[in-house]
């Protein structure tokens, strides 16, 4: 027996440069099935659910869908709310009263825990639902997949932007420390590693909140590339924590800035960088030493967009529609590496994803603990999709001196 109704997606969290494409993924391929009355999107994310406000997708051009596909950050807006079981019991009397019969909510695992609750609702109310997480975040932090849409192409900027500090670097040298998002997981600030081509490049140096960040080892590490190179590259995460488990950031400030949840501010200051710049100034005497935070670009920047990341991210959103209106069923969306390099999407239950965190694979973390592994380069390569450009050095022999022999 068909199911019929309106179906309604939603975008959580943090934008990626590709999350467009999985809403218009979604839209395009529901709006195939007859049983489907209406295709709405929900503005800012489950607070649009709550407040009813709705777009009607079922009336948006192909054409201008395809354009919104290619373009970055969350074309529905997103929300920060993080809902808790009442608030999940409202998100469920919206979508019962307007007759919707499928739930696609895109975001990280939050959102997957979101729609665990929702469907649950709507089981305890006999009510005949269908609802997808369909995976997005740029920290690749989603247990079971082997990739998150959204990653490669943040991926592909990092890596991007560290070739180019590395020729900034060469030409006039110092220590320079990028900071990097990621709070538990440790992906992003690794993908970093591609810009690593010649024997000096950087980064020399790679953090990451799977390991403990120790200062006086950092200091040391610092020290030792730099007396070798005469300059040094440093990519950290903003999650990186000591031995007690404390935000370095927090251990090294006095004060700290939380976000609604209660947790630590870590991204949109420079407070993380700027500390570490200040200790290698002045525990280990070098003068050029600078510090950036990647921040917001590492997520939509649209001249580093995968086109491997825009492919899977579409993927999995017309396979939501497929799970859930073909084949009657609920779950989490997740990709599976098949091959060098293919893949394969299968739905696992939302209680499997809700609300857990994958982190880096002890064999993608070097011995010292402050860099990567080949085997991880081997990961991320096809991920950052075709045309990913290095950089060249001259190599033509030296001119012999006259005057300074």
């Known amino acids: 027996m068909e199911l019929k109704g309106k179906v309604v997606i939603a975008q959580g969290g943090g934008p990626t440069a590709v999350i467009n494409q999985s809403l218009v993924g979604a839209v395009l391929e529901s709006r195939k099935f007859p049983q489907i009355t209406r295709v709405y999107g929900a503005i800012n994310g489950v607070e649009g659910i709550i407040n009813e406000e709705f777009m009607d997708l079922s009336q948006e051009t192909t054409h201008n869908l395809e354009q919104v596909g290619l373009t970055p950050a969350s074309a ?10 009442q608030y999940c019991k409202e998100i469920f ?55 998150t849409p959204g990653y490669g192409s943040a991926a592909r900027y990092v890596a991007q932007s560290f070739i180019g500090l590395n020729l900034d670097n060469r030409a006039l040298p110092g220590v320079y420390i990028g ?31 799977e390991r403990t960040f120790n200062v006086d080892k950092f200091l040391k590490d610092v020290h030792t590339v730099y007396q070798k190179y005469g300059k040094c590259i ?23 800035e ?13 407070a993380l960088g700027d500390m ?32 491997i990341d825009q492919h899977e991210a579409r993927e999995v959103g017309e396979k939501a529609a497929q799970f859930a209106i073909w084949h009657k069923i609920d779950g989490s969306i997740i990709i599976e590496r098949t091959g060098f390099y293919s893949v394969d999407y299968k739905l696992v239950p ?56």
């Open 276 to 307: 570490l710049s200040k200790l290698v100034k002045e525990k280990l005497n070098i003068s050029r030493v600078r510090s950036d935070t990647l921040g917001y670009p590492q997520r939509n920047f649209i001249g580093s967009i995968s086109d």
């Open 76 to 85: 529905l807006l997103s929300t920060r709310v993080k809902p808790d079981a």
């Open 350 to 405: 939302l209680e499997h994803v809700a609300g857990k965190t994958k982190i880096m694979p002890n064999e993608f973390i070097n011995a010292d603990e402050n860099n990567v592994t080949d085997a991880f380069k081997f990961y991320l390569r096809p991920l950052l999709g075709s045309g990913f450009a290095t950089a060249h050095r001259l190599r033509a022999p030296m001119a012999p001196k006259i005057l300074k022999l």
């Open 93 to 147: 009397s919206v979508l019962k009263a307007h007759d919707v019969r499928y739930f696609f909510y895109i975001g990280g695992n939050d959102s997957a825990d979101t729609v665990r609750i929702v469907n649950e609702n709507a089981k305890k109310s006999d009510y005949d639902f269908r609802a997808i997480h369909i995976p997005k975040t740029i920290d690749n932090d989603l247990v079971l997949n082997d990739h």
């Open 179 to 209: 900071v990097i998002m990621g709070r538990h997981a440790g992906f992003l600030t690794a993908s970093s590693s591609m810009a690593q081509k010649y024997p000096d490049d950087g980064p020399h140096l790679i953090y990451l909140p």
């Open 234 to 256: 440093v990519a950290v995460s903003e999650g990186i924590v000591d031995e007690n488990g404390q935000s370095i950031v927090a251990s090294l400030s006095d004060s700290v």
């Open 258 to 270: 939380k976000d609604a949840h209660g947790n630590i501010q870590l991204s949109g200051t420079g």
